[in-house]
């Protein structure tokens, strides 16, 4: 018998958070076998925000629930049932081509063809016409925040919210995913009232639907974080999907794009999230990851708040008094292409750029012998045509040192003897600047061993 979520009608709740103080959340009991142990659960799934969005809730549809839930269920092979109706146009486009395109060209990972079970709805719901992005700092983020708030684009489309969700950190640790939530509240709150916008505050539990690794958070996770926008469905009118990947690697086989994540079939994906109160457009495809800093390397709000580092969300935290950490590969590519067009020094506020600068040839050795999605081959190509010098050194760092280092690492992947020695001897900071949060997990089966 085929497994199904069972999603029931949307209600309200209020009280006391310890995120928000006054706080409301939009809830629906979901009943599903649990991935992670196989053991049928009812669980409240919830979004939770201040009070003061409470009459922006959307009880009238199961929208953000379904939206929320579709990755878990598709990489589960579960139908979705519920009990309020999702919008008739959604259910169209996610039933006709969302859903039987994606499970049919993505069967490596897996994702199934799942149906989805439950009454339509074509009446549309009054809003307040804002229009809104999810904001996690990083530079995709702040190259829709930057484009969007200019004059030139329409008045209907320009940007007046920007939504933070706790699906941001990527995490599954329930204590974890909220410190890190809490400890980004400012940061975020900051961004929007340099950006002259509002800031939307948004807890959700959606990860505890999840398996782990969950590809609903860090694979085909475009359905995930726009689920908030469906919950505010009487408020927002207009949502934009980051994108992280340029148009030119589009496939809707993730397997053939090189590297990319979900982002990569965005345009595919957003074109089929469209309700009768909500459109959703992806912005950032039109642009490479360069183009993006280049866009942002003036736009003050970036320079003073721009957040790219990923231990943070992993777990880790920066202890060097910066937003980044400033040694693990995403802050130095992000460094990397903000030196390459003579940028660098004007993020001193957020990275530890005087570190980079003193370790200039190592760093960009590094970046040549992990090269990611063509980061680095366009940031070497800026270079050249802004003059920029990159010594001979960087290139013998890259091929006598890390790519050896790479090739070791791979070979003594499983191996727990050479992982002790590895972190007895803090090789991984003196190699990487940084311990990897992976450590906690090795370290206990080390431990057990």
């Known amino acids: ?89 959604l259910y169209y486009q996610l039933m006709t081509y969302y859903i039987p395109m994606v499970a049919k060209y993505n069967s490596k990972y897996p994702m199934n063809n799942i149906k989805l079970m439950g009454p339509t709805d074509s009446k549309i719901i009054s809003n307040e016409h804002a229009v809104a992005t999810g904001c996690s700092g990083g530079v995709d983020t702040f190259y829709t925040i930057a484009k969007h708030v200019t004059k030139i684009i329409p008045k209907s489309n320009r940007l007046t919210h920007i939504i933070y969700s706790s699906s941001c950190t990527s995490d599954f640790i329930d204590q974890r995913v909220k410190d890190i939530y809490i400890s980004n509240l400012n940061f975020i709150n900051n961004i929007a009232k340099e950006c002259n916008v509002i800031s939307i505050n948004c807890y959700n539990n959606l990860y505890e639907f999840y398996k782990i690794p969950f590809r609903g958070f860090n694979m085909f996770f475009t359905t995930t974080f726009s689920s908030v926008a469906f919950s505010l469905q009487k408020l927002i009118s207009i949502y934009y999907a980051s994108s992280g990947t340029p148009i030119e690697y589009f496939n809707i086989d993730i397997e053939k794009t090189k590297g990319w994540d979900g982002s990569a079939i965005d345009i595919f994906t957003v074109a089929n999230l469209n309700t009768e109160n909500l459109s959703v457009y992806s912005t950032g495809i039109e642009v490479n990851r360069n183009e993006k800093i280049k866009y942002i390397a003036d736009y003050k709000p970036a320079q003073n708040n ?17 937003n980044n950490c400033s040694h693990c590969k995403k802050c130095l590519r992000t460094m990397f292409s903000l030196y390459a067009i003579n940028k660098l020094d004007s993020f001193n506020k957020v990275f530890d750029t005087k570190s980079f600068r003193q370790n200039i040839n190592k760093n960009i050795g590094k970046l040549i012998s992990i090269d990611h ?77």
Not at 26 to 46: D, G, M, R, S
Not at 380 to 387: E, G, T
């Open 306 to 322: 721009l957040k790219v580092c990923g231990m943070e969300s992993s777990g880790s935290k920066s202890n060097n008094g910066f």
């Open 1 to 89: 018998m085929k497994k199904i979520i069972k999603i029931g009608k949307p209600y309200i709740t209020e009280g006391k958070s310890d995120i928000f103080g006054e706080s409301v959340k939009l809830c629906a009991k979901v009943t599903f076998e649990n991935p992670n142990n196989n053991q049928i659960e009812t669980k409240e799934c919830y979004f939770e925000f201040e009070k003061k969005y409470k009459k922006y809730l959307c009880i009238e549809r199961s929208d953000a629930f379904v939206m929320g839930l579709l990755t878990a269920a598709m990489e589960n092979d579960m139908d979705i049932e519920y009990e309020t109706p999702i919008s008739e146009r």
């Open 373 to 449: 999605n063509s980061f680095t081959k366009e940031s070497i190509s800026l270079c050249k045509q802004n003059k920029v010098k990159i010594s001979f050194k960087a290139y013998m760092y890259a091929y006598l040192y890390y790519k050896p280092i790479k090739i070791l690492k791979k070979i003594f992947h499983n191996s727990l003897i050479v992982r002790k020695i590895y972190y007895k001897l803090n090789l991984d900071y003196k190699l990487d600047g940084y311990r990897d949060p992976s450590y906690d997990y090795y370290k206990e089966k080390i431990n057990k061993k």
